[in-house]
Each structure stands twice: as structure tokens, then as C-alpha cells.
């Protein structure tokens, strides 16, 4: 957080070196870093994969190509890092470039027990299904790797960090068809490092060895995808261009062997560059950046038993950082007080520049003397050795072997390291074999003709282009170190606590060793004694003004003001210089911690405001919240308890009609039958009374007929006895009155009309009789 608010203040880009000894711990702190940088710069919202996912998720694979086991280290980087992270003009990430120094190329081709080659080679062995694709087995079987007994590492599972590679490839944005062709190249590599060579039938050439070997010889060819001759030839012979044209030059086995381990060593370096370059290309790199905070992550200082040219260049870097340090802690801090006028006694400290003058000086130089032994052809370790002795007999940093001729020693910063130079020629001569690059150029898989892009003509004339690696190697170094001179250094010095890779252990004597031969403890004597912390007296005021704000009123001289501040902390032994105020250790930390109290309290006076606010504003919220379900709740209830009474109303009303309706129904059906049963009772009475009435009437009737009857015919006789004795009587009249009208008319008128009389009286009788017969009924 201090590094990016001081690249925000000053803003000047920041780096930060990462120095110590191999195993430190350095590439495991870098990471660290890294995560944390990333996390704190964050990225423009939008991007679906940040940078630190890019960088980090980088690293699997990176430590796959360029990582190796070591005497010290079981996954020692091989290679130099400097991850340059840019920010935006909001100070924002905005993108990262990874640099990489020196890959120790020689280890693809030769290790020693107990060191191993590159990770990658065992992954890929231990991943079944891709290993027999390529014809691979166990590492043992292959001449690079079985060089060391060591194929395993302790708690690493070769074919699991095989998938994490392949998934770090994924996210870089290594397409599958390259991720294959990688794999290819590597098997291509582990089968021509099988390919044995033995006398040819003509003096001084080759051939190769056996069936075995032109197995291997037909798979590198197969897997490099190009002529299986070619490569033979390429192996086996060398065309060496004359004025007369080109003529062709057999090598002997051991130069074939040279040729072949020169290919595989020049094919994986492309191969890491490559990927160097894909990884920078996924991350993305701002052009327009102007600020940026470098991490570097190089190689510690090395002293085995045995160090070779790799050693000589590791340590070589190491002495350009620690001058890069001495420079920065000694030699600055101490100008700086002379410029200030500061009142201070000079601090002695070890200045390794006569160490590099002797590594890297022009004309006469241990590298100059090498690139020049290695421009001529006949040059051989000793008379290598013999020219750097002779120039530098009596130099104080360089010793000479008393049991061998051709080593020597250098007294480094850190210690003394006896180098043997039987390799360093060889390993110092970077040779682009024409015919390699030709044969590659002519695969047919794109990506390997990719990494071996075509030569320009007048460099493919001749088979060998030298090029020195150790003076490339001081080009690079000289380029980052302007690099790191741009910006402001910040250093970490790693230390290994134990060789025995144990927690909680510290071998004292190898601690102390460290730290003094990485200038530590002059570091901290000149920061106890001198002013490690040093601001100009207007970044001191706007810094720390708000500590004594009754001083900030007005207009105020930034010295006198500063001085007053100190003042008030009651601090002392500081110096004021000319335009900066000089504090001792431990001073602005005072300041810091007194800026922060202020800044704290302030800060608690508005949380405690902005809380109150948010609070009260929650608490607002949740009242009206909770009355608002108060009342819904209640509205439930409610609801729900009329709902439940409408039910039992309706239940209520329900049972009643159905009650009433039962009743009724019941009563109906009684009322029903009892009107059934009262009506036919009625009925049945009704009908007996009616029948009584009727035959009541009948009777009466019957009684009337029969007593009519009975009437008339009792009048009828009484009639017919009366109109008889009327007759009767009459006819007694009228005989009476015939006789005496005959007595008297005795004349016939008198007679007839007595006749007609008597008819007509007769006739009359029986009309009425008839008459009277009609009128009573028939029964
Ligand atoms: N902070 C740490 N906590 C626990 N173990 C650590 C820590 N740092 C490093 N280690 C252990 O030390 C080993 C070596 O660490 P690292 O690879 O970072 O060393 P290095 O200084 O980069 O070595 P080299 O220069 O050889 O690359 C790691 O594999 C890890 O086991």
C-alpha cells in the first residue's frame, strides 16, 4: 500500500528487487507480491480476466519451462524475471509486460545427481495418455533426464502439475493445436537427445549408433514434422561455405553429439521465448503507461562444489544488484547529505565496483577474454585461464587454483566462487547452426517453422553465427539496470533460514552470512545512524500539516512549519537540511503513527456521524419496515380471523338451513303424511259419512219411495177405492139417475146423452190414473 501511495505521490514508477540466495525464497515472495499489487491496483471494471489472474496464472507455466531442481532448491528458477506492472492515469492496472534474463539453456542437455532437468520434460513423461502418444516412458529411458537418479520430487505429482500447466496454457490463451505442438517439441527433444552416434565408414564422421538410436532418430523427425534425412544430415555434417561455393564437412561422433544437444538446447530456448512472448501478449501491455511498479525475480547468488558458466552469470547479476543497492542505501544517501549540508561522518561499506569492472570491463574483462577466446577457434580453456591470470595477475578479487590450471576464483560480495572453465567456451558460444535453423524452417507443423523463422541470405552462408551469451547477458543486465535506475528502488532480501527446507529452523552462521554478504547489517547501521527517511519540506507539510493544524493558518514558511510539527512531537535529532528535512529511524513512524491517530480520529468522527446517519436511516427503515409488517401481519390476522368467522357464520348458517331444511324436510314429510294420513282419515270419515249420509239418504229415499210408495199406493188404492166406490157410486147415481132420466126421457136423447156422460167420466178416471202412474219413479 506505501509503494503504490508513494507512486501516486511522487508519481514516479517504483521497483521492487527481490535478492538472496537460491531456495530464499525469492520467486515464492515475488508471487506474493505480485497477488498483492495486483489486488490492491485492481483493474477497469469490464475486464473479464485481470491481469493478476493473467500474471499469476502465468507463473504454473513459467515455473514448468524455466524451473528445475537443484542442490538447493527443489524448484529453483532458471531463468530471470522483471514483471513490470502498469498503471493507468487513474492508477488503475492497465496492464504488465514480463521480462526474462539468461535461461540456464545448457541444463536441457546435461544435470548432475541430484539436480533434474526442467519440470516439463517429467510432466509430460508422467502423463500417460500423452507420453505414449509421443512414444515417451519413464524418464529413465531418455539420455537428458537419466543423467540424475532424481525423476520424483518429495510431495509433487508429476502428472497432476502436468494439468496444471496445460490449464495455465488455457488461460494464457495457448490455442490446443500449440498446446500440442509444445508437448511434440518437447518429446522431439527428449527423443534426439537418445540419438547415439558411433565411427562412420569415412575418417572423422558419423552415423548413428544402432536401431535404438534410429528410432528415436525417426520420432524426432516424425515429431519435428520434417524430412527424417535432413535431420540426419543436419546432425551429421556441416556445410562450410568457400569462395569456390559450399563445401560439406562430416563431424565425428563428438561433434555430432555437440551438434545434437546444440539443437535441443536452441529448440527449447525458442520454445521458452515463445511462450515469454504469448504470456505478454495475453496479459496485454499499456504503451501509454507512464507509471509502473516492477517486481524482479533473478536468479540468487550461487556457490556449489562444482560452478560453471551458469554460476558465473548468476553471480555476475547478483554483483550488478548489489551495486545497484550499494548505490542506492551508500552512495546516494551519503551524497545526498554532502548536498543538503547535513552534518554527518562518512560510513565505510565494501564497494563491489572493482569486482565488476573485472567481470564485465572493456577491453580486458573476464567476459571480453572469453568472447574473444571463443572467437578463435582453436581457443581452449587454458589458454583462456592463462590470458585472464596474465592480465590480471595481481587483481585483489581474482584467485588462482593451486591444483588446477584452468580454474579461478572471484571474491564476490557474498563470498568466494571457484569457477571451472572446461565448459565455458562451449556454453559461452551461442551458435545458430545454419542447417538447424533451415531444418526447423522447413517443418511442416507451423509452429515449429514458427519458432525457426527463415535466415536472411547472407547470414545462411556460413553453418555457425556466433553471438556471446555472456555479452548478451551484460546487455540485458545493463538494460534493466537503467531500467531500475528510473524508478525508485525498494529491496527485499530474502534469506534462507535452514538447508534442510525445514520450518522454525535458522542455521545461525548461514543467516549471518547472508545478511552480512548482502550488505544488511551496513544497511541497518547507516539507517541506525544516519537519516533513512528524508522528505522536501513541502511533501513534509502536506503530509503531516494536519498534525498541527494551529501552524497551517495563513501563509507559513514549509521549514519553519516543519520544524514546529517536530517540535510539537517533541521529536529530536533531526536535521534540516536545504530543501529536505532529514528524519532518523524510526522518526516517521512517530509521524506516521501521530498522522494516523489524527486521521483515525477524524475518520471515527465521521463514521461515527455516517453511522448515527445510517444507523438512525436504518433504524427509520426498519421501524416503518416493522410497521409496515406489523400491519400486514396484523391485516392477516385479521383477515384471517374473519375469514375463519365468516367461515363459522357460514358454517352456522349452513348447518342452519341445512337444520332447517332437515326439519322441515322431516316436518314436511310428517306434516305430509299427517295430512296424508288426516285426509284419508278424512277422506275415509267423509267417504263413511257421505256414504253413511248417502245411504242415510238412500235410506230416507228409499224410506221416502217406500213410504210413498207405500203413501200411493195406499192413496192409489184409497183412490182407486174411492173412485171405485165413486164409480161405484156413481154408476149407482147414474144407474140411478139413467133410470130415472130413462124413467124421465125415455126418449132416446135423454139416454145417449146419459151415455156420453158416463164415457166421458170413465175416460176422465183412467187419464188421472194414468197420470198419477207416471209420477212415481220406477223403483
Ligand atoms: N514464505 C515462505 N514460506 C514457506 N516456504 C517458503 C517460503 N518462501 C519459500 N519457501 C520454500 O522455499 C522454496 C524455495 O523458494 P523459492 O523458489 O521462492 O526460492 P528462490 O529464492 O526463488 O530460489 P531460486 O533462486 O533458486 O529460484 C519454496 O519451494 C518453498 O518450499
Not at 528502488?489 to 548461514?510: D, G, T
Amino acid at each position: 500500500m506505501f509503494l503504490l501511495s508513494l507512486m501516486h505521490l511522487t508519481g514516479k514508477s517504483q521497483s521492487i528487487l527481490v535478492s538472496g540466495e537460491s531456495g530464499a525464497g525469492k520467486t515464492e515472495t515475488t508471487k506474493l507480491i505480485m497477488q498483492y499489487l495486483t489486488f490492491v491496483g485492481g483493474r477497469a471494471a469490464g475486464d473479464d480476466r485481470t491481469v493478476e489472474q493473467q500474471v499469476l496464472e502465468s507463473n504454473p507455466l513459467l515455473e514448468a519451462f524455466g524451473n528445475a531442481r537443484t542442490v538447493r532448491n527443489d524448484n529453483s528458477s532458471r531463468f530471470g524475471k522483471f514483471v513490470e506492472i502498469q498503471f493507468d492515469s487513474n492508477g488503475r492496472i492497465s496492464g504488465a509486460a514480463i521480462r526474462t534474463y539468461l535461461l540456464e539453456r545448457s541444463r536441457v542437455v546435461q544435470i548432475t545427481d541430484p539436480e533434474r532437468n526442467y519440470h516439463c520434460f517429467y510432466q509430460l513423461c508422467s502423463f500417460e495418455r500423452d507420453a505414449e502418444k509421443y512414444k515417451l516412458g519413464h524418464p529413465s529411458h531418455f539420455h537428458y533426464l537419466n543423467q540424475s537418479k532424481v525423476y520424483e520430487l518429495d510431495g509433487v505429482r508429476n502428472s497432476e502439475e502436468y494439468l496444471k500447466t496445460r490449464r495455465a496454457m488455457d488461460i494464457v490463451g495457448i490455442s490446443h493445436a500449440d498446446q500440442e505442438s509444445i508437448f511434440r517439441v518437447l518429446a522431439a527433444i527428449l527423443h534426439v537427445g537418445n540419438i547415439e552416434f558411433s565411427p562412420g565408414k569415412e575418417h572423422d564422421s558419423s552415423a548413428v549408433k544402432n536401431d535404438k538410436s534410429r528410432f528415436h532418430l525417426q520420432m524426432a523427425a516424425d515429431l519435428f514434422m520434417c524430412d527424417v534425412d535432413l535431420l540426419l544430415a543436419t546432425l551429421c555434417t556441416r556445410s562450410i561455405q568457400t569462395r569456390e561455393g559450399s563445401i560439406i564437412k562430416v563431424l565425428d561422433c563428438n561433434a555430432a553429439v555437440a551438434g545434437r544437444d546444440a539443437l535441443a538446447k536452441t529448440v527449447y530456448a525458442r520454445l521458452f521465448d515463445w511462450l515469454v512472448d504469448k504470456i505478454n501478449m495475453s496479459v496485454g501491455q499499456d504503451i501509454n503507461s507512464k507509471i509502473q511498479i516492477g517486481v524482479l525475480d533473478i536468479y540468487g547468488f550461487e556457490c556449489f562444489k562444482d560452478n560453471s558458466f551458469e554460476q558465473f552469470c548468476i553471480n555476475f547479476a547478483n554483483e550488478k544488484l548489489q551495486q545497484h543497492f550499494n548505490e542506492h542505501v551508500f552512495k546516494m544517501e551519503q551524497e545526498e547529505y554532502g548536498k543538503e549540508e547535513i552534518n554527518w561522518s562518512y560510513i565505510e561499506f565494501v564497494d563491489n565496483q572493482d569486482v565488476l569492472e573485472l567481470i564485465e570491463k572493456k577491453p580486458i574483462g573476464i567476459i571480453a577474454l572469453l568472447d574473444e577466446a571463443c572467437m578463435f577457434p582453436k581457443s581452449t580453456p587454458e589458454t583462456f585461464s592463462t590470458k585472464l591470470f596474465q592480465h590480471f595477475r595481481s587483481h585483489p578479487r581474482l584467485g588462482k587454483e593451486k591444483f588446477s590450471q584452468t580454474d579461478f576464483t572471484v571474491s564476490h560480495y557474498a563470498g568466494k566462487v571457484t569457477y571451472h572453465t572446461d565448459t565455458f567456451l562451449d556454453k559461452n558460444r551461442d551458435y545458430v547452426v545454419v542447417e538447424h535453423c533451415n531444418l526447423l524452417s522447413s517443418s511442416k507443423c507451423p509452429f515449429v517453422s514458427g519458432l525457426f523463422p527463415l535466415l536472411p541470405e547472407e547470414s545462411s552462408r556460413s553453418s555457425y553465427k556466433f553471438s556471446s551469451v555472456a555479452a548478451r547477458f551484460k546487455q540485458q543486465l545493463q538494460a534493466l539496470m537503467e531500467t531500475l535506475n528510473s524508478t525508485e528502488p525498494h529491496y527485499i532480501r530474502c534469506v534462507k533460514p535452514n538447508s534442510l527446507n525445514r520450518p522454525q529452523i535458522f542455521e545461525n552462521a548461514s543467516v549471518i552470512h547472508q545478511l552480512r554478504c548482502g550488505g544488511v547489517l551496513e544497511a541497518v547501521r547507516i539507517s541506525l545512524a544516519g537519516y533513512p527517511t528524508r522528505r522536501t519540506y513541502s511533501e513534509f507539510v502536506d503530509r503531516f500539516g494536519l498534525i498541527a493544524p494551529e501552524f497551517m493558518d495563513g501563509s507559513y514558511d514549509d521549514k519553519a512549519a516543519t520544524e514546529k510539527i517536530l517540535q510539537k512531537l517533541k521529536l529530536e535529532n533531526f536535521q534540516l537540511g536545504r530543501t529536505k528535512v532529514f528524519l532518523r529511524a524510526g522518526q516517521i513512524g512517530i509521524l506516521d503513527s501521530r498522522r494516523a491517530e489524527v486521521l483515525d480520529n477524524a475518520a471515527k468522527c465521521i463514521q461515527r456521524r455516517l453511522r448515527t446517519f445510517i444507523t438512525r436511516q436504518y433504524f427509520t427503515i426498519l421501524r416503518s419496515a416493522a410497521f409496515s409488517l406489523q400491519a400486514c401481519c396484523r391485516g392477516h390476522i385479521a383477515r384471517k380471523i374473519y375469514a375463519a368467522k365468516r367461515e363459522t357464520a357460514a358454517a352456522i348458517s349452513i348447518q342452519k338451513y341445512i337444520r332447517m331444511w332437515l326439519t322441515r324436510h322431516a316436518h314436511l314429510k310428517l306434516n305430509f303424511s299427517a295430512i296424508t294420513i288426516q285426509s284419508h282419515v278424512r277422506g275415509f270419515v267423509t267417504r263413511q259419512r257421505f256414504l253413511h249420509v248417502k245411504e242415510h239418504r238412500a235410506a230416507t229415499f228409499v224410506q221416502a219411495f217406500w213410504r210413498m210408495s207405500k203413501a200411493r199406493s195406499s192413496f192409489l188404492r184409497h183412490q182407486t177405492s174411492i173412485v171405485a166406490i165413486q164409480c161405484l157410486w156413481r154408476c149407482k147415481q147414474a144407474k140411478k139417475e139413467l133410470r130415472r132420466l130413462s124413467k124421465l126421457f125415455r126418449k132416446f136423447y135423454i139416454l145417449s146423452l146419459l151415455y156420453f156422460y158416463f164415457v166421458s167420466q170413465l175416460y176422465l178416471t183412467i187419464n188421472i190414473r194414468i197420470m198419477y202412474l207416471e209420477t212415481i219413479p220406477q223403483s
